[in-house]
């Protein structure tokens, strides 16, 4: 069974072909909504604990968010206007769901638990927010009101680790990721609550889902290949495509675009960790952003209304 601590860092050995998995604290959530393609999200890892945008060519990099705390899990609101994350500016060990205008004013914290509450993600109307927990003792995913008019629900209730939610686009079930089956695989859940449904059956870890915008497709990342790669599966398992697991090098942390022909991700192929897209069936990569100053990772697509 493989430990994890809640975010996986990829620390890139620059010059060498080795790569080191440390395990360190906390992984990502949210949902593609259609739309034409917008700004990616992402922070800055372990180097930088910043929130930026940027294009998909990679012009226009902008620090969205830099306040000397811990901001992560960037994610976009339906209408592409608001910015979900997770942050420690409440207290050292405090992390709360927060969330901001797309420029980075209006903040707003959305949770007040002594608990971690990390990885949010929106619901297609916009209303609710789903994230982790562990303020039932152990992680759980728990739904609030994004109006900050309460509403607190908790979804999973497991003594196993339930992770990284992802919302359908119909917004009736949530992915996740979750060790229930004695090593982290791809589950599925009714969000109004139901029986959970096992998508994979790998032993060699699998989580980060994200569903398709159409809804037919659940994209993540594997260690199936001893790095971890990309893949996806139909959303009632089966049908496995490899989108991008090149030897020696970790791919991770896949998000479909808006218009579903894209999947943004990070790698760490050429010696440090960036943002890459890749064609959702799969093709050549493309670098996004080009960095040694921070560990760019979690990306999401920004949905904007054709």
Do not use: C
């Not at 945008?53 to 976009?76: C, E, H, I, P, R």
């Not at 003792?137 to 209730?157: E, Y």
């Amino acid at each position: 069974m493989r430990q994890r601590a809640p975010r996986r860092i990829l620390h890139s050995i620059v010059g060498t072909s080795l790569f080191a998995i440390v395990l360190a604290a906390a992984p990502p959530a949210r949902a593609t909504f259609s739309g034409t393609n917008g700004l990616l999200v992402f922070d800055g890892g372990s180097l930088a604990n910043n929130i930026y945008t940027a294009k998909a060519d990679g012009t226009g990099l902008t620090t969205v968010l830099s306040n000397g705390y811990v901001n992560w899990y960037a994610t976009w609101s339906p209408d592409g206007s608001q910015i979900a994350f997770s942050s420690n500016m409440a207290g050292a060990n405090n992390y709360d769901i927060w969330i901001m205008n797309a420029n980075g004013q209006g903040l707003q914290r959305l949770t007040t638990s002594p608990a971690r509450d990390d990885e949010p993600a929106w619901t297609p109307d916009g209303t609710k927010i789903v994230f982790v927990s562990t303020r039932s003792g152990n992680r759980d995913l728990w739904s609030i009101n994004a109006d900050s008019s309460g509403g607190l629900v908790q979804i999973t209730h497991n003594s196993a680790s339930d992770v990284d939610p992802s919302i359908s686009p119909d917004g009736t079930k949530v992915a996740f990721a979750s060790d229930r089956s004695r090593n982290y695989d791809i589950w599925t859940l009714p969000i109004a609550g139901g029986t959970p449904h096992q998508v994979t059956t790998n032993r060699s870890g699998e989580d980060f889902p994200d569903w398709s915008p159409d809804g037919s497709r659940i994209v993540f990342d594997s260690h199936r290949s001893d790095t971890w790669g990309v893949y996806s599966v139909l959303t009632a398992g089966g049908g496995l495509l490899k989108i991008v697991d090149a030897a020696g090098v970790n791919e991770d942390l896949p998000v479909y675009s808006p218009d579903g022909t894209q999947i943004a991700y990070r790698s760490n192929g050429g010696g440090h960790e960036n943002i890459w897209v890749v064609p959702s069936a799969g093709g050549t990569p493309t670098r996004v952003t080009d960095t040694t100053s921070a560990f760019y990772e979690l990306p999401d697509w920004q949905p904007v209304a054709g």
